[in-house]
């Protein structure tokens, strides 16, 4: 909840002191991100942002002031943020994939506000999501990294045990292969058409030969890969809900925003369980 309580909100709006000379911040990394949480649900600019979190507290009744759009830009590139995780006592199922989000950089910016037409740049969010479609893991990359190596990052970022792991065959290499097994997971990935058996992992040989002895769509049913879809179906949920595009300019900000979009599809999917 965005708002748990009157005392919650009130307690938490405003950083204990610091001790340290100077001014101190008037507000919480909890106010910043309920400001942002709103901005990115309601498709606001960091402008409206600021006048309906204002609207939103005065009907609450709540004697709290909500941070400017100045600050809200400034706070979001250094803005701790976690992603909401739950204790869980079976093994995660995790399935992985990809999506490009669009950006609008500097040249774009300069060209529309000079008159012609810039070029679009874009990222890449990667996720790892359960069988439920909860999200466990996250990386944002620059839109030309490598997703198999990206998915590296979200298998370390699982720290529950895992079950499997599952992929489309983009995530077809030995890395891959090796940093299930160092967790017990099997791996759920076709390989490539152009795949050849290796020395280096034997669970990989096993499943390109029997891709080869019965083929993909049998190989596919039998082994559970149509899980695949889990993760599809929650960049489909960001696509509608958040958007296709990354709002916030600055790199670090564009991180957080991220964060926060799939802090909201997972408080989204627990409200409908």
């Known amino acids: 909840m965005l708002f748990r309580s009157s005392d919650d909100a009130i307690a938490s709006w405003k950083p204990a002191p610091t001790g340290r000379r ?30 309906f979190l204002r609207s939103v507290l005065s009907l609450m009744a709540l004697d709290l002031e909500a941070p400017d759009h100045t600050t809200l830009s400034r706070r979001s590139q ?52 359960d069988r439920t479609g909860v999200i466990v893991a996250q990386t944002l990359t620059h839109g030309s990294a490598d997703d198999a190596k990206a998915a590296l990052d979200l298998i370390d970022e699982v720290k529950d045990d895992m079950a499997s792991f599952t992929a489309d065959a983009a995530y077809d290499t030995l890395a891959i292969y090796d940093a299930s097994a160092a967790r017990n997971a099997i791996v759920v990935v076709p390989p490539r058409k152009t795949a050849t058996r290796s020395k280096r992992s ?45 709002r916030a300019r600055h790199p670090k900000s564009q991180e957080a925003e991220a964060l926060i979009a799939c802090n909201i599809l997972n408080q989204i999917g627990r409200a409908h369980v």
């Open 78 to 129: 250094n803005l701790s943020i976690q992603l909401a995780r739950v204790s869980r006592k079976e093994p995660i199922d995790l399935i992985v994939d990809s999506t490009g989000l669009s950006i609008v950089g500097e040249g774009e910016w300069a060209a529309a506000k000079h008159g012609g037409r810039g070029r679009r740049g874009w990222k890449k969010l990667h996720l790892g999501v």
């Open 202 to 246: 034997r669970a990989r040989d096993r499943t390109v030969r029997r891709v080869r002895k019965v083929g993909r769509r049998r190989w596919k049913k039998e082994s559970g890969y149509h899980q695949q879809a889990r993760v599809e179906n929650t960049f489909f949920r960001y696509k509608s809900i958040i958007g296709d595009r990354l």
């Open 22 to 51: 100077g001014a101190q911040r008037k507000f919480s990394d909890h106010a910043i991100e309920t400001a942002l949480t709103l901005r990115l649900v309601f498709k606001l600019p960091l402008r409206q942002a600021e006048g």
